[in-house]
Every structure is written in structure tokens, then in C-alpha cells.
């Protein structure tokens, strides 16, 4: 039994630590994750304003979930304060068990990030591998007389403490630069025209379609071979899944360059036949950590003859300020919402491209390397 507790204790160990520093590299994906759980939830009128308020920190509770998952896994590992870490695991591995079942069965939510986007798994695929987890955090819980710490104490906890510094430093550089692996679809050389295309491969889903008609107060179904004559009146119709597809969703979804007049300008700016920047940038309220290298790229655009355009999901708040109030007179493209989190992971983001290519991005602490480009 020691040895299946101690085998069974690295591989735990190794995978939470795993697990945590795959989400580490971004920690604005688990909040968005965190988000769209908050979302669903949101929908129950009584949840709704806890859900809300909960999504206001998602980045707060992303980098503790993330944190606390890495730390978990490095006192299993050290074998310290075994009762505290095989209690802390056990109350984890439930806590995401519940959330991994609740997306799976649900069918609400694709997938869980639960290794962030690098290794993306559907809800099912998550669930199956937290449930395969529960049962070795329940061997390390009720084995737990059988961890025998790797060091002394002190030591241990030393390390502990490192681990916590070096996982929230991690977390902060990452926030601030950019994620050191670029595991979404907006990373270096990518042609973004091509992304936004459905993969030459996609199977679409199988639909069948059942049509809602009433007669004297009558309600009935029928398919769109046994449609009834014109005295039923139509009520609704029925989308039925029969199978689901498969690798039927474009890379980059709703990424839509629209003008403040309402015209989408994507395929035209995306086909140029030169360089030009995209400026990702949302939220004017504070602006003094990166307006003065804006100007200095506003600049060098200038006299590199590049173009240089604001992308935002605050399209009239964007020419308010780089328009009106600092006379910039620079295209100002609207973008979704969702499309701009996964395009732009730091805020603001800059985007150096040549057509619909990606040669370089630079985080808000890394625009002066633009300079140099």
C-alpha cells in the first residue's frame, strides 16, 4: 500500500502542477472561462446577482485557482503537512469534478480549460479525467500515514514558499508581456483571412428540424415532409441534433473589422499589400501606463508610412479619446466582445502585420520594442 500511496502521490502531484503552470501562461483564459460559468449561471434569476458580481473578479480568482492548484501539487510532492494538502486536494478535485460534470452533462459549456488552451479537452474528455483523479486523490487521502516527507520540515516549507513567489511573479510577467507559449489561434505567422475560413476538413452537424403548428387550441409536431395545410397556424420551430459534427468551427470566430459608420472593413485591411499596426485597445479611464508609447508608435508609424488602426469593443469611446480629445485622426474599427479577448490577452496589445499575416505582437509593457521593429 505505501508504494501504490507514493506512486500515485507523484503522478497527483506532477499533474496539478501540470495543470497550473499550462494555466499560469495565461491567466486571463481561466478568467474567461470563469466568466462564461458565471454567465450560465447568471441565467437563474436568483444567481444572477452573485453571478455577476463573481464575474467582476474573475482575474482575482483566476490567478488564486491557479496559484493554490500549483501549490497543492508541489506540498503533495514534498509530502508536507500531508493531512492539510490531502484535505486541500480531496476539496479541489471535488470542486472541479463538480464543474467539469455540470459542463459535460449540461451540454452548456464546450470545454472546461482545464489545461488552459494548449491542450484544449471537451467537457466530457475533462470530466472522465478528474473523475480518473478523484479516485487517486481518494488513494493519497485515506493513504495519507504512508507520505513521508521528501525533506525536513523547513526546507519544505521554504520551498513551498519559493514555488508560491516564483507561480504569482509568473503570473504577473505573463499579465504585463505576453504568454510565453502562444497556444491560440492570434499567435506569430498566422494568416488571419485563412483562420476565419471553416477547415477544409469540417463535418457539419446533422439537424433535423420538427415544425410547431396549432389548430383549435391544438398544438401538434410535424416534419418538414408532413407539413399541414394553411388552416394550422405556425408556432415555433424545433432544431433536433441527430450528430454532432466535427471540426466545423473556424479557428478565429467574429473577429469583424466594422467602421464607426457601421461598414465592415475586414477582408479590405486584411488583404493590404503592405504593413500596418492594429492597436487593441479597450477601457480609457486609465490610460497614463501606456499613452506615451502609443505616441511614440504613432510616430514611427508616421514615418515608417505605416498604417496605424484602433481595434475595440468601444468603438465610440475609442474616437472620443484618440480622435477628439488628442487628435490622433485614426480609423477606429469596432470588434466583438469575445473576439477581442482572444485576440488581444494583454490590454493594450499591438499587432505589427503584412496583409493578413502576423509578424509581430508586443504586450502593453513591451510597446517601446515596437519601436525597433
Known sequence: MKIIVNIVRVIVG??????????????????????EFFDVWAMNKSLSSVMFWLSDYALPFSIIMITLEIIVGV?????????????L????????SFLTGYAALSGKIATCGCFGDCLPLTSMQSFIKDLVLLVLVLILFFGRKYIVPLFNQALNILLV????????????????????????PFKKGGNVLQLRKMPADAVPDKVDYVFVYEKDGKKQDFTVKD???????????KDILISKGKNNEPPIKDFNLVTISGNDTTNAVLSLDASYYLFFVKGFE????????????????KKTNRLLYIVTPEAANADEFFNRKNNFHLPVFSLDATAFKTAARTNP?????????????????????????
Open 89 to 96: 486536494i480531496l476539496l479541489l478535485i471535488i470542486f472541479f
Open 286 to 301: 486609465h490610460t497614463d501606463y501606456w499613452f506615451n508609447n502609443f505616441a511614440s508608435i504613432y510616430q514611427h508609424a
Open 14 to 35: 506532477i499533474l496539478f502542477i501540470f495543470s497550473g503552470l499550462v494555466k499560469a501562461m495565461d491567466p486571463h483564459g481561466l478568467a474567461y472561462k470563469m466568466q
Open 161 to 184: 514558499v519559493i514555488s508560491t513567489f516564483l507561480v504569482l511573479y509568473y503570473q504577473w510577467f505573463v499579465m504585463r508581456h505576453l504568454p510565453t507559449v502562444d497556444c491560440l
Open 349 to 373: 496589445e499591438l499587432y505589427l502585420m503584412k496583409g493578413p499575416f502576423i509578424k509581430d505582437k508586443w504586450g502593453w509593457a513591451d510597446l517601446k520594442d515596437a519601436l525597433h521593429d
Open 227 to 237: 407539413l399541414p395545410d394553411s388552416s394550422w397556424h405556425f408556432v415555433s420551430r
Open 75 to 87: 506540498g503533495i510532492l514534498l509530502g508536507l503537512w500531508r493531512k492539510f494538502f490531502t484535505w
